[in-house]
């Protein structure tokens, strides 16, 4: 199978529908992870859009993978956490998170989703790659564009602040 680098324009010819079919098939592998990373970093109703988005920007922008800066799903998977920082610039209301414990949790239960979300942004990204996408930490880098020394501390820093916000005073 080609990758996206050797896969080229073309009119809508059999051609054209080859290369369809050939990036279906390089990109069905990580398409549950490009779905659990979006809805991590959206709001579930936009979630299906940044995914929708992020196949589309893939397939015009498919020439310019290069293999030996990443692995096709930390490229796909850069792309859907761009689209869904996009997403969110767009929205015209801010969304509220409530912090604290849910209605429908006992008091001494851990809310892990909440203490996510009460992360900085940075943080939350390396924590939904890492620990949600199951990406690693070379795949977590490409995806935020930085080291991997770097996503490994920002990693050590979101424990830090999850151990704080998960504490259980006697």
């Known amino acids: 199978m080609k990758s996206p680098a050797d896969m080229t324009e073309g009119s809508l010819t059999g051609d054209r529908l080859a290369d369809q079919a050939e990036f279906v098939e390089w990109v069905r592998p990580v398409l549950p ?10 709001s579930g ?17 498919r020439s310019q993978f290069d293999p030996d800066r990443g692995t096709p799903a930390a490229w796909l998977l850069a792309i859907t956490a761009n689209e869904a920082r996009k997403s969110a610039r767009r929205r015209w209301f801010p969304i509220r998170f409530e912090v604290g414990v849910r209605s429908d949790v006992a008091e001494d239960h851990l809310d892990i989703e909440t203490a996510v979300r ?3 942004k940075r943080q939350r990204l390396a924590v939904d ?3 949600f996408a199951g990406l690693s930490v070379n795949e977590t880098a490409a995806v935020m564009r930085c080291s991997e ?3 490994k501390s920002t990693l050590s820093d979101a424990r830090r602040h999850l151990r704080s916000f998960l504490e259980v005073l006697p």
Do not use: F, I
């Open 33 to 42: 992870a490009m779905t659990r990373l979006a809805a991590r970093l959206t």
């Open 118 to 120: 009460r992360l900085p």
């Open 45 to 61: 109703t936009s979630s299906d859009d940044v995914v929708q988005e992020a196949l589309s920007k893939a397939w015009q922008k």
């Open 129 to 131: 790659c890492y620990y």
């Open 149 to 151: 020394g770097t996503v």
